[in-house]
């Protein structure tokens, strides 16, 4: 059934259109500006054009380097994420039960890393990987691994992805749990009577039928393993060296750290053209792709 | 019926012998119960080394505490500077829940009923601001809400909160109020309702469950987050996960002080999430499945 046509509704939606502009849009538009400007301090700004974003997307510059290196490591580290916590998500949501008192006390459970400051999280792996006071360093160096995080860029990069999925898997898990939720019981008789094995089923019912929802989960773990910035500045700091400094530790560091307004705004404008690009690539393959399989 | 496809993962292959169909029954309650394991012992980890005196901790490790103290809990609930953060926190989020859900309800409404104007393109530009890295945002909030007036205050927080929040908060809403027939809008028109009235009265009780959602979202987000709240507050407004990036004293590292407020800034969200049970799934669907 189509909606009804009713340009009245924009008064319904304008409140939200006007705070998200006031907390959305002024904020863009000064980074923008910025973005095409240079200073010699006191609040003296003249035009700079395009240099600041021929300066970051060229490689062979100083800040284009460190834009460039910074940029493949949060790409690594968001491929590394989805492709660690999208199938181990789908695991864990078929071990689910479906009924009685374990349901809730393992949603209860799986949530739990979800609702935890960003910098707890960070904490937390930070005491639980140290060598001296922490389980997970200790253990490892009882085993004969030399393990330290602060030190070692691999050991680094295995404590933050680590992190990660300890922290965000859950949203998979439950997105994938709800999805499965939604299948009615008559698709499993079905299959039992056509002899299907586990597999065969996952393939054919639960795979298409978490479509949407892996979509989701896919979407909101790209963005925000993009974005991270907290847990592995907390747990790192960036290093050991530049190992870990993501593009928003990075950002961080040229803004508030150097105050270099001009090349940050250029770098901010950059970074969240990449996010949107490609949220609305996968987006809009994925929808043209379900609407595909309706016909 | 249901409980032979209680775990369709289990199913065993034709003709598999019954020693394998029982490891295969048993696998996923493996997998389940390995991961749980591996969700709480990094949490076990900190509520552990917030019992333990900072002597033990820097003596060697121990697997619980060998002289249980509350002396951490004693100085976060005793010490100002660091149980104001707490309600500073609070503050700000139920603040940030409050603004987000009342100007996230009407509009999620008209996306759900209606066509009109550039809907489509105001529905990702909305979204295209959860997208946006909040390192972008840490610098000019500041300048911002210094120009205002409300730089250190609870009011900054929320309102920067909202950058992220209302597109959420809207997203789900939406999802729950497309599940709602349309019928009954026009039924209540027949009848002789207001819209206001039966916004409120009728439409609002329906999609309890999703306002419930949201709120939880809401609440999530504005609680987990650091770098904003970090960079819009100094000292009448620092919330506690400000407060702990600062426990470095002269003396090293207070780590049993670290893993107390550590602690206790999971015990809310562990609350709201027991209230939020039954519904949790769906929602982290969006009300989408």
Not at chain 2, 63 to 69: D, E, I, K, Y
């Given at each position: 059934m189509a909606k009804p046509h009713n340009d009245r509704a924009w008064f319904l939606v304008l409140p939200v259109v006007a705070l998200v502009a006031f907390s959305a849009l002024i904020p863009v538009m000064t980074v923008v500006n910025y973005s095409v400007q240079d200073t010699f301090g006191n609040n003296q700004f003249f035009w700079n054009g395009t240099a600041w974003f021929q300066e970051l997307l060229d490689p062979s510059t100083d800040l284009g380097g460190r834009f460039f290196d910074a940029l493949w490591r949060t790409l690594l580290f968001s491929g590394l994420c989805l492709l660690i916590e999208i199938p181990l998500g789908i695991a864990v949501a078929l071990t689910l039960p479906r009924q009685g008192w374990g349901v809730a006390v393992s949603l209860v459970v799986l949530a739990l890393p979800l609702l935890i400051p960003w910098n707890v999280v960070g904490t937390i792996w930070q005491v639980f990987g140290r060598g001296d006071i922490g389980l997970l360093g200790a253990g490892l160096q009882a085993l004969g691994i030399n393990y330290n995080y602060a030190q070692n860029a691999f050991d680094a990069w295995a404590t933050v992805v680590a992190m990660d999925v300890w922290h965000w898997t859950s949203l998979v898990v439950l997105l994938c749990y709800a999805g499965l939720r939604a299948i009615p019981d008559a698709y499993y008789q079905a299959a039992k009577i056509d002899g299907a094995g586990a597999w065969a089923i996952f393939r054919a019912i639960q795979l298409p039928k978490m479509q949407r929802v892996l979509t989701i989960a896919v979407l909101l773990r790209f963005m925000d393993s993009f974005m991270i910035y907290t847990e592995p500045f907390v747990v790192t700091g960036g290093g050991?060296?530049?190992?870990?400094?993501?593009l928003s530790i990075d950002l961080v560091k040229i803004a508030l750290g150097q105050f270099d307004l001009g090349k940050a705004a250029a770098m901010s404008i950059v970074y969240n053209l990449i996010i949107l690009t490609v949220c609305w690539i996968f987006f809009a393959t994925t929808t043209r792709g379900q609407s595909e399989a309706a016909q | 019926m249901s409980t032979t496809v209680a775990?369709?993962?289990?199913?065993?292959?034709?003709?598999?012998p019954a020693r394998t169909g029982a490891l295969r029954a048993m696998a996923p309650r493996l997998v389940l119960g390995l991961y749980v394991l591996f969700l709480l012992v990094p949490i076990y980890w900190l509520v552990n080394m917030s019992f333990k005196t900072n002597l033990e901790i820097a003596s060697g490790m121990t697997?619980?505490?060998?002289?249980?103290?509350m002396e951490n809990y004693r100085r976060i609930f005793t010490d100002r500077s660091w149980y104001s953060g707490y309600i500073n926190s609070l503050k700000f989020v139920g603040l940030n829940m409050a603004i987000s859900l009342s100007v996230a309800l009407p509009a999620a409404y008209a996306f759900s009923r209606y066509r009109f104007l550039g809907d489509k393109h105001l529905f990702f530009w909305l979204l295209s601001n959860r997208m946006a890295p909040p390192a972008v945002f840490a610098l000019p909030f500041f300048q911002l809400y210094s120009a205002v007036g409300l730089?250190?205050?609870?009011w900054a927080v929320a309102l920067a909160h909202c950058v992220f929040n209302i597109p959420l908060a809207v997203w789900i809403l939406e999802g729950f109020m497309s599940g709602v027939p349309r019928e009954i809008d026009e039924m209540a028109a027949i009848d002789g309702w207001s819209f206001p009235a039966f916004f409120v009265r009728v439409f609002m009780p329906l999609v309890a469950g999703g306002i419930g959602v949201a709120a939880f979202f809401c609440f999530m987000f504005s609680w987990v987050e650091l770098l904003l709240a970090r960079t819009l507050t100094t000292v009448d407004a620092k919330p506690i996960v400000a407060t702990m990036?600062?426990?470095?004293s002269a003396a090293g590292m207070d780590w049993g002080l670290l893993a107390a407020a550590g602690v206790l800034t999971i015990i809310p969200g562990a609350i709201v999430i027991w209230f939020v049970r039954n519904h949790i799934a769906r929602g982290f669907a969006l009300g989408r499945v």
């Open positions: 050991p060296g530049n190992a870990t400094t993501f | 775990a369709p993962a289990a199913l065993p292959a034709a003709q598999a697997l619980w505490p060998q002289q249980p103290t730089f250190d205050t609870p990036t600062r426990t470095v």
